[in-house]
């Protein structure tokens, strides 16, 4: 099979459906002629043509209001905002009217929309390039949420998220781009070229949205984990010698409790890591859910690892990052009890 | 004045990179001359050596030079008195020498050290002072623009007869919040100059591919605003124009457009491959339009400066630049416990 960047894999997702299905159109800042800051849109325009790839100005709402309008009518936008962090003037067009245009009209409307924004630190981004802000989008009714972790992954979430019927907040953990990064700054990055997860299939396939994948089986405790963190827990887990049951929950809304369900049930112990900020962070709603479903099973409480509640720092940034000693700590905590 | 000015530009020459100074540029005496000089220079050196820390990767993470457009921020900041504010995005370290902010906690902000002026919070784009009434470096596009609408509301408010300086670019010009302020600004006829430093590109995406109206000088005109067009690259024209502005805004007339006309010559930032324009295009620029180059010339003809004095100008520079890049390379880092602090007054 061959092997691809996670760019390359989110490029050939938005190549496969603008191939099967017209309705797909793909635009945003510097999405069309330049191909994408990321390159994520590289060849598209080329190859389809300026009225299905192009350049926006600078207006995130503009691009996500216009996009919830063509959704209605029937169009599958796929927009990029170039960083997550520049996604708040389009958060009002992605709540008040792409998540809720299917009530409001008794789904006469529909918004099958696609926002595909580049997330997390790690790459010195300082606070306005580096925020993780998946819970103001779990937060919503009317959207769903998905944070995919490998090349693999990143093309069949895509390729579903773009079937979807509704609106899809699609956030792409920016520093596994080129490869699978274990909060090890200081050691040089594995590329996709050489990880098996960087293999992606040709042509179409999906991966259905609310799917977890376990990333490591274990029973000594079950880690949460999505995007970066994922491979920050791996790196813990080979560190402390614990043998932790790794899930890769790929899409936070719809959720796939089932999984997490059947691992906490067997290992009776839960640590939940994500690199965004703690306090109202997904991590709090993942807790509560775990409690409810396994209270009975537990046998240590449940701890998070998350950022700590400060802006992103810029110089600081190792400092905040939940790297793999973070996590190593939360894991032995979790097996003293 | 404004009205004939757009008029006499009528025809927008974005696509003809030749863009000639107007020729009846007022003239600058020595004295202007040699100070416009000395503060583009610094600029220029400054940006250079930053560039240059870039690449040994004592500066990290995005960092976006100024070269190019030093004549629009020095020749504004000619036309202002004490406590006139300035804000600005993220190409900011031009405004903040400009605005006499130390080249020194400018460079350790860059490289992240503890004697930034942001402490190593803020990074490249986001740096403060309020001894200097400079409001930020921002780095979310566009963003500034309301926040110097609110300043010049609150000068209108105290009186005080401030003027507040809002630059942003003409990607930036592009974003829905500028007109909501532009209207609130005409309304409320708030003493704001609005500066759209139109150097062609935002990032990759040249003016004409983002934007329906080309001639920024009439961004405000449904509101009422006047604007003009004006040779950014040219210093004495930068003032004139900057006075005619800030003196619209101080009687209390409302808001003024000026739109720089102007040119990046490096990347948008320093990880920029520059492959959306020509290389001949940035050399012309560099070549027949250079700010400091027009200065210097003058400076060498008309006021038979020698080569030797220019170059102990320029060695001063130099000095100030050195010491700059030296502190911010041996400052040592934030205190671990700078994590936490100023986020909000309390600590938690
Ligand atoms: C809200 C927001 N959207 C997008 C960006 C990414 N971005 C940073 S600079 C830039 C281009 C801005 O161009 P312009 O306003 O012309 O300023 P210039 O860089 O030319 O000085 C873009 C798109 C951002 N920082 N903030
Ligand atoms: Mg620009």
Redesign the pocket.
């Known amino acids: 099979m061959p092997r691809k960047t996670m760019i390359e894999a989110i490029r050939d997702g938005m190549d496969v459906m603008m191939e099967r299905d017209d309705n797909v159109v793909v635009f945003g800042?510097?999405v069309g002629f330049f191909g994408g800051?990321f390159r994520a849109t590289q060849g598209l325009q080329a190859k389809y043509g300026k009225s299905r790839c192009f350049d926006t100005p600078?207006s995130?709402l503009g691009i996500v209001g216009t996009a919830v309008g063509m959704a209605a009518y029937g169009l599958r936008p796929c927009v990029e905002?170039?960083?997550a962090?520049?996604m708040?003037?389009a958060y009002d067009q992605i709540v008040s009217e792409a998540a809720r245009l299917r009530y409001r009209s008794n789904g006469q409307f529909t918004c099958p929309l696609v926002v595909r924004m580049p997330t997390g630190g790690g790459i010195f981004g300082g606070q306005?390039?580096s925020q993780s802000p998946e819970a103001l989008f779990t937060h919503v009714a009317g959207l769903k949420t998905v944070m995919p972790s490998n090349p693999s992954d990143a093309k069949g979430l895509l390729i579903a998220a773009i079937e979807d019927p509704d609106p899809v907040i699609f956030l792409e953990p920016k520093r596994l781009y080129n490869g699978p990064f274990d909060g090890h700054h200081d050691r040089p990055v594995t590329p996709w070229s050489k990880h098996e997860l960087g293999e992606v299939a040709d042509g179409h396939y999906a991966i259905p949205l609310g799917k977890a994948a376990i990333r490591r089986a274990g029973t000594a405790v079950t880690v949460l984990a999505y995007g970066t963190m994922v491979y920050v827990a791996e790196a813990a887990a080979a560190e402390t010698g614990i043998d932790a049951e790794i899930i890769d929950l790929r899409s936070l809304v719809p959720l796939d409790l089932e999984t997490i369900e059947a691992s906490v049930r067997k290992t009776g112990r839960c640590v939940i890591v994500h690199e965004a900020t703690l306090t109202s962070g997904f991590g709090g709603e993942l807790s509560a859910l775990v409690q409810e479903a396994c209270f009975y099973h537990l046998e240590a409480p449940i701890t998070r690892v998350a950022g700590w509640d400060t802006p992103y720092p810029h110089a600081q940034e190792w400092d905040y990052f939940p790297g793999p000693a973070r996590v190593g700590e939360a894991l032995l905590r979790a097996m003293e009890q | 004045m404004a009205v004939a000015a757009r008029k006499a530009n009528k025809s927008t020459p974005i696509k003809n990179p030749a863009r000639k100074a107007v020729p009846n540029s007022p003239q600058f005496d020595k004295d202007q001359d040699l100070a416009a000089y000395r503060e583009m220079l610094l600029i220029r050196r400054f940006e250079e050596k930053s560039g240059q820390m870039y690449g040994m990767g004592l500066i990290g993470g995005f960092c976006?030079l100024y070269i190019g457009?030093e004549a629009v921020v020095v020749g504004m900041q000619l036309t202002t008195q004490p406590g006139d504010e300035v804000i600005t995005?993220?190409?900011d370290h031009g405004h903040m020498l400009a605005c006499g902010m130390e080249a020194k906690g400018v460079m350790a902000e860059l490289t992240g050290r503890r004697g930034g002026l942001s402490k190593g919070k803020g990074g490249s784009m986001h740096m403060f002072s309020k001894e200097k009434n400079f409001y930020g470096g921002h780095?979310?596009?566009?963003?500034q623009v309301s926040l110097g609408t609110g300043i010049a509301f609150a000068n209108r408010y105290r009186q005080n007869g401030n003027v507040c300086l809002t630059y942003?670019?003409?990607?930036?010009?592009n974003?829905g919040q500028v007109y909501e302020s532009f209207n609130m600004a005409q309304l409320w006829k708030l003493p704001v100059v609005y500066i759209i430093?139109?150097?062609r590109?935002?990032?990759g995406?040249s003016v004409n591919r983002a934007s329906a109206q080309t001639d920024f000088s009439k961004r405000g005109v449904s509101f009422g605003i006047p604007g003009e067009q004006v040779d950014g690259m040219d210093i004495r024209a930068v003032y004139a124009a900057g006075q005619r502005a800030v003196e619209h805004a101080r009687s209390g007339k409302g808001p003024y457009i000026l739109e720089m006309q102007t040119y990046?010559y490096r990347g948008?930032?320093m990880s920029d491959p520059a492959k959306y324009r020509t290389k001949d295009e940035v050399t012309r620029m560099r070549e027949e339009h250079d700010p400091i180059e027009q200065v210097r010339r003058r400076l060498l003809e008309s006021w038979k400066l020698s080569e030797d004095e220019l170059k102990a100008i320029d060695s001063k520079v130099r000095e100030i630049v050195n010491e700059a890049a030296e502190f911010a390379t041996h400052d040592p880092e934030p205190d671990p416990s700078e994590l936490y602090t100023d986020i909000l007054l309390e600590a938690h």
């Open positions: 800042e510097d800051v600078i995130e905002i170039q960083f962090d520049y708040y003037p306005t390039h | 976006h457009q995005g993220y190409r780095g979310i596009v566009g963003a942003f670019g003409d990607g930036a010009a974003q430093e139109n150097n590109y935002a990032m995406t990046r948008h930032s």
